[in-house]
């Protein structure tokens, strides 16, 4: 599923309400807290952290995998994250992200100008999958 969002704090909470439609269409609820958390971390650094030329928009997949839920958040941006140490203010979303994923990372996007930031949460054996 591909969505595609305005750089503006609301899309995160609009993109995880899509999100968690999806994971109950899939029949998977079990991993729902940690997908929107995860979701959520990935998405806010791309609305707070990347400056891009009016119009463009920051794009939003997911994807059932043999490993898992993929998430995936492309910008336009050219900055790649940085895990930072954290503070009063900030400086956890990729260290959460890298506790509830079973492996994330960073790639640069296929045919476009910019990256995406992916993260694959794994589905329990024996869960609702």
């Given at each position: 599923?591909?969505?595609?969002?305005?750089?503006?704090?609301?899309?995160?909470?609009?993109?995880?309400?899509?999100?968690?439609?999806?994971?109950?269409?899939?029949?998977?609820?079990?991993?729902?807290?940690?997908a929107l958390l995860v979701?959520?971390?990935?998405?806010?650094?791309?609305?707070?952290?990347?400056?891009?030329?009016?119009?463009?928009?920051?794009?939003?997949?997911?994807?059932?995998?043999?490993?898992?839920?993929?998430?995936?958040?492309?910008?336009?941006?050219?900055?790649?994250?940085?895990?930072?140490?954290?503070?009063?203010?900030?400086?956890?979303?990729?260290?959460?992200?890298?506790?509830?994923?079973?492996?994330?990372?960073?790639?640069?996007?296929?045919?476009?100008?910019?990256?995406?930031?992916?993260?694959?949460?794994?589905?329990?054996?024996?869960?609702?999958?």
């Amino acid at each position: 599923m591909v969505s595609r969002w305005a750089r503006h704090p609301r899309c995160v909470a609009l993109a995880r309400a899509e999100l968690r439609k999806v994971l109950k269409r899939w029949g998977l609820a079990v991993v729902a807290d940690d997908a929107l958390l995860v979701l959520s971390e990935l998405l806010t650094n791309a609305v707070r952290h990347t400056r891009v030329s009016r119009g463009r928009e920051i794009e939003t997949r997911y994807s059932r995998e043999p490993q898992g839920i993929r998430i995936e958040v492309h910008d336009a941006a050219q900055n790649w994250p940085q895990p930072r140490m954290p503070d009063v203010y900030g400086g956890r979303g990729l260290t959460i992200v890298a506790a509830l994923a079973a492996c994330w990372g960073t790639e640069v996007r296929d045919g476009g100008v910019g990256k995406a930031v992916w993260a694959v949460i794994a589905v329990p054996s024996g869960g609702d999958a």
